[in-house]
């Protein structure tokens, strides 16, 4: 009873601060990207977007009927919290780890702001890593539930289908196995499904389209190693010391030196207590760090840092579940990582409290108060920065001036699923940019204008600035 009221309490302050964050928290461009997407086209349309984007399709068919019922873009921030709640939830009254360690891994950056309150599909994986954890044991018992559990997990991001595709193989010899010694053929239907899904991925990604700019395509343009282990330093040390000016220049290393001696005592013992997860932890990890290099790197995002805690997290709690033993060393290792990562925490809720994430919402209150003229329509210079302008104006009809047609959210082929118009005729033309000299040649001048620099942005991120201006015929 008291273990359940020191939960219950941990998961209140848990939803206090998350919603507080949430109704605070102005969506950006990757936010409202997803959300444009599933409010403006159709379903049929919706999956040929998903090819382009490079993601699969479960978060869009997710946020589809609130955004087709013309819920506000709120309603996608209540969904990303909601899933990571469930998340805290299950981890909270089902994992092996004592209350300190909850308490660490619940409050680190990562489960209690990156997550739940930046809506992205990232959200939807902690669910399925704690899904999967808890019927491990149990697997073959549930083991259409659990291979339900491992197509969700797929079907959330790309950087989830090592992790997902490694517990499919795992799930192959073991079903195989099974079937030898009790020739019956029904053992083996979970893994039909689970094919096709794998399939269904594989296609998805197999044509996501060359001008997708986070994909790479060359190996010309691959980051250096030293921006892989930026990455990393991110669910490290790298948003504290920016703040002690003389450790800015050893962040990196800082970083790496504190993750890789943890990591590596992690693994270690997960070779001594089982070669099962040792394999599955080391593929997952590896994947992912390749995925990070080879294939999608664009920014430096927490969310993508977060997930080989996420990874390392469950495999320690698997490794409890296969073995029975709670292992000190293990644990204290994870719990290395996560003391780490939640002294991170108090440094982005101040700059989410204190800063304009994106702006995108003030411009938009200022759109619906002043621009109420019929014939008004808004111009972006770019929709991909833009875009989360547009979330917030879903009666607005918005225009782009670069594939000339009217599109809310960034097509990596700007002219695709959209037909191209001639410019509107009006006597008032009104547009949203962030590039000075480009307005005075196109005769705007400035109605209104918001710069507010967001510093969970890297510094050497261009400041986003956004500029309403207007020229009249």
Known sequence: ???????????????LITIILLFHHEIWRDEAQAWCIVRDLGLIDIFKMSRIEGHPILWYLLLYPFAKLGFSVISMQ????LFVLAAVIVFVFKSPFNYFQKCIFCF????????????????????????IAVLWKDRHKHIWLYSLAI????????????FSFILFCLLIYELCKKYNEEKQIKVLYPLIMLAINFLSVF??????????????TELQILPSFWDTIKLVSLVFIHSIVKYITPLIKYSTLISLICFIFPVGIIFYRFFKLSKK?????????GYLLCIFYFVYFNGILYQKAFLLLLIIAVCCWIVIEETNIKDKILLWSLNILFIISLMVSPFVIYEELKYNFSGSKEIAEYIKQNLDDENTFIAFGNPFIYSSVSAYLPNKKLYNVISNSYISYYSFKSDLNNKKDNMPENKKYYIIHNNVSQIEEMG??????????????????????????????
């Not at 209540?78 to 919290?81: F, P, R, V």
């Not at 939807?124 to 890593?129: G, N």
């Not at 296609?203 to 790479?216: M, S, V």
């Open 78 to 81: 209540i969904i990303s919290l």
């Open 203 to 216: 296609f998805i990604f197999n044509h996501t389209q060359e001008g997708n700019y986070a994909l790479k």
């Open 108 to 131: 680190s950056a990562g489960m209690l702001y990156y997550l739940p309150v930046i809506a992205r599909n990232y959200a939807l994986i902690p669910i399925c890593l704690f899904i």
């Open 444 to 473: 705007f001048h400035i109605l209104y204008e918001l710069k507010k620099k967001n510093i969970n942005i890297d510094i050497k991120e261009c400041e986003e600035i956004f500029k309403v201006c207007i020229k009249e015929d």
């Open 1 to 15: 009873m008291k273990n359940n009221k020191s939960n219950i309490f941990l998961i209140f302050i848990y939803i």
């Open 151 to 162: 197509i969700m997990l797929s079907q959330t991001h790309l950087y989830m289908l090592g």
């Open 277 to 285: 997860i040792f394999i599955i932890s080391v593929f997952s990890i």
